[in-house]
């Protein structure tokens, strides 16, 4: 099984609804992050938690909202999908003090008609 | 903030070497990370520079310059396997620790 798992894998889903992107980690890490990836784009951070109290905004955070329920699982929510919001979602855990090393998910596509 | 750019797509042929270039702009981190994605895939970690210099793992070395804000990833007996994206990213040391990537790499290796 998968350190770090992402669900669902693959989402279609309308303009207006409500989504959520869920991931566990079995790491034990503290720290826990949501990017979206666009093409040309690279990575965009979108929200990061390093515990279950601590919740951050990354760059792009307008339109979406998270919940740390543990410190293994972390959620993503998009309240009112829009169209642009179509990407590939990563979560990503990290306790590398040094290093900063991230452990991906193997993401989620989501499609916003 | 931070920000960090890097050329859109590399070609280079199996066997030679290749270098890929990140240079950045930010306000303070601690060093420079380098991360690959093969299409479809999830990103993995390739190989972290905290100092100044040249950090070498197997056939992939890393380099850093925080004086010119630039670093590269160099792959040496390039395979065709490597082809995939490169990311360089950093870690915030503004008290957070977030990391933020670069635009990305796509390189291709052909026979």
């Known amino acids: ?113 | 903030g931070q920000s960090l750019e890097q050329p859109s797509e590399v070609t280079a042929v199996e066997g030679a070497i290749v270098q890929i270039n990140c240079t950045y702009q930010t306000s303070g981190f601690y060093g420079l990370s380098w991360y690959q994605q093969h299409d479809g895939g999830a990103p993995t970690f390739l190989s972290y520079n905290a100092l100044d210099g040249l950090e070498e793992t197997g056939r992939f070395s890393s380099f850093l310059s925080r004086s010119d804000s630039y670093g590269y990833l160099l792959l040496q007996e390039l395979q065709m396997k490597d082809s995939a994206s490169y990311f360089c990213a950093v870690e915030d040391s503004g008290g957070y620790q977030k990391v933020t990537f670069g635009t990305g790499t796509k390189l291709q290796v052909i026979p």
């Open chain 1, 1 to 113: 099984d998968a350190d770090v798992t992402q669900t669902p894998r693959n989402r279609i889903t309308k303009t207006g609804k409500r989504i959520m992107l869920e991931c566990s980690q079995t790491k034990g890490h503290d720290r826990m992050y949501w990017y979206r990836q666009d093409p040309g784009l690279g990575l965009r951070l979108i929200y990061y938690s390093f515990d279950v109290k601590d919740i951050n905004k990354g760059e792009i955070s307008d339109g979406y909202s998270v919940s740390r329920q543990a410190q293994a699982k972390f959620s993503l929510s998009l309240e009112s999908a829009i169209p642009n919001q179509t990407a590939l979602y990563f979560c990503a855990t990290s306790d590398d003090v040094i290093t900063g090393e991230l452990f991906f998910g193997e993401g989620s596509r989501l499609t916003v008609l």
